[in-house]
Nanobody, 123 residues
Framework: QVQLVESGGGLVQAGGSLRLACAAS????????MGWFRQAPGKEREFVAG???????TYADSVTGRFTISRDNPKNTVYLQMNRLQPEDTAVYYC?????????????????WGQGTQVTVSS
């Protein structure tokens, strides 16, 4: 059973940056895809970014060019660097663990979730 703990959320002004981190434990981190999702009030959870075990990455159109996902296998940690944040990026951000596929991960590849960290972007 994988355990995922997110950190790094907070309040930032529009145009600012944040870096989220997710520490994983409970299984061999380097063997699995990792990802980030977010859920704004009144909306469904949406895929933000994913990175395979071979570091192939995918992004939602809304964050492409602003967000970067990366992983540090020796530290069992996945990161989400978020730049040029906008108020519409306000949400609870969830870390997720996915499949063993080497291909760029898709939304449906993820099955385990963290508790989330709040990101609030003020205008």
């Amino acid at each position: 059973q994988v355990q995922l703990v997110e950190s790094g959320g907070g309040l930032v002004q529009a145009g600012g940056s944040l870096r989220l981190a997710c520490a994983a434990s409970g299984r061999t981190f380097s063997n699995y895809a990792m990802g980030w999702f977010r859920q704004a009030p009144g909306k469904e959870r949406e895929f933000v970014a994913g990175i395979s075990r071979t570091s192939a990455s995918t992004y939602a159109d809304s964050v492409t060019g602003r967000f970067t996902i990366s992983r540090d296998n020796p530290k069992n940690t996945v990161y989400l660097q978020m730049n040029r944040l906008q108020p519409e990026d306000t949400a609870v951000y969830y870390c997720a663990s996915g499949s063993r596929s080497p291909l760029p991960p898709r939304r449906g590849d993820f099955a385990s979730w963290g508790q989330g960290t709040q990101v609030t972007v003020s205008s």
